[in-house]
């Protein structure tokens, strides 16, 4: 069951432009995250926010979530090269044996020309 | 740093054999979780383990079994793999801590 929507499905941009992601979710969450995957590698994660915060920040990443509206988004300032990936939200709204169960959406495709 | 291993990179399969998948990680988490990734469906969660010996099916199970026979280890098993099971698996180790999922690198898995 798909629960995260990513918006737009890809972006590009020169290097020094920000990015802007967004994802729209359907249920209640307790947190949502997001990961980055470079192409054919694993997932790595980027920053966790709470449903009780509204804005977080780690280095030039920025997150925003939007209860109300269901939807979080994510900016990169500054875009390198190397930010070129694909940007995935997760959902955490059910907690079984003490873990979270994420729910990922589909992705954004960043390329960051230099 | 978290580290989380998988066994292959990439395997090549025919139709019927039986497949492992194994994934190590380093850090005594509890929670270990198997996804695969298509394209255009993102990842889906096949099982996860919450301990040695315990497991819970994920939202698509069918075709699968997995084994934790220890802490560190969780295995993928595709009792008979068919074609429809080509795709990239991914393992993650959760950490209850900060509510972080490390991932493996992935194994493409191609089954001809």
């Known amino acids: 069951s798909q629960q995260g929507e990513e918006d737009p499905q890809a972006l590009s941009i020169q290097e020094g432009e920000n990015a802007t992601m967004n994802c729209s979710y359907k249920?209640?969450?307790?947190?949502l995250q997001w990961y980055r995957q470079n192409s054919g590698r694993g997932l790595v994660h980027l920053i966790l926010i709470r449903s009780n915060e509204r804005e977080k920040h780690s280095g030039r990443l920025r997150v925003t979530l939007d209860t109300s509206k269901k939807s979080s988004s994510l900016l990169i300032t500054a875009s390198r090269a190397a930010d070129t990936a694909s940007y995935f939200c997760a959902t955490a709204a059910i907690r079984s044996y003490n873990t979270d169960k994420l729910i990922f959406g589909t992705g954004t495709r960043l390329q960051v020309f230099p | 740093d978290v580290k989380v291993t998988q066994s292959s990179r990439y395997l090549v399969k025919r139709t019927g054999e039986k497949v492992f998948l194994e994934c190590v990680q380093d850090?005594?988490?509890?929670?270990m979780f198997w996804y695969r990734q298509d394209p255009g469906l993102g990842l889906r969660l096949i099982y996860f383990s919450y301990d040695v010996k315990m497991k819970e099916k994920g939202d698509i199970p069918e075709g699968y079994s997995v084994s934790r026979e220890k802490k560190e280890r969780f295995s993928l098993i595709l009792e008979s793999a068919s074609t429809n099971q080509t795709s990239m698996y991914l393992c993650?180790?959760?950490?209850?801590?900060?509510?972080?999922?490390?991932f493996g690198p992935g194994t493409r898995l191609t089954v001809l």
């Open positions: 850090m005594d988490h509890e929670n």
């Open positions: 249920t209640s969450i307790n947190n």
């Open positions: 993650a180790s959760y950490d209850r801590y900060t509510d972080t999922q490390y």
